[in-house]
Nanobody, 115 residues
């Protein structure tokens, strides 16, 4: 089993920045892709960005330009830097990792962007 703990969310004004972190612990050997999803109020959870074990990144169209995903394999942590935050970025952000064909999720961290 893998445990994921997200941190870094909070209340921020539009135009500000946040850096989300997600630390994986437990049986982490073999973690492949790590990613960030978000779920806005009343909407479905959606992918924001993902990163493979060798550092290749993927961003959804809505995330390109303002979001940067990175990871530190030595401490099994994935990050999401969000710049120029907009009120529509308000959501619970979830960390996801793939390991031996299974998906693991964190409990999420809330990002609230005020206008």
């Amino acid at each position: 089993q893998v445990q994921l703990v997200e941190s870094g969310g909070g209340l921020v004004q539009a135009g500000g920045s946040l850096r989300l972190s997600c630390a994986a612990s437990g049986d982490t050997i073999g973690i492949s892709a790590m990613g960030w999803y978000r779920q806005a109020p009343g909407k479905e959870r959606e992918l924001v960005a993902a990163i493979t074990s060798d550092g290749s990144t993927y961003y959804t169209d809505s995330a390109k330009g303002r979001f940067t995903i990175s990871r530190d394999n030595s401490i099994n942590t994935v990050y999401l830097q969000i710049n120029s935050l907009k009120p529509e970025d308000t959501a619970v952000y979830y960390c996801n990792v793939g390991l031996r064909g299974m998906d693991f999720w964190g409990k999420g961290t809330l990002v609230t962007v005020s206008s």
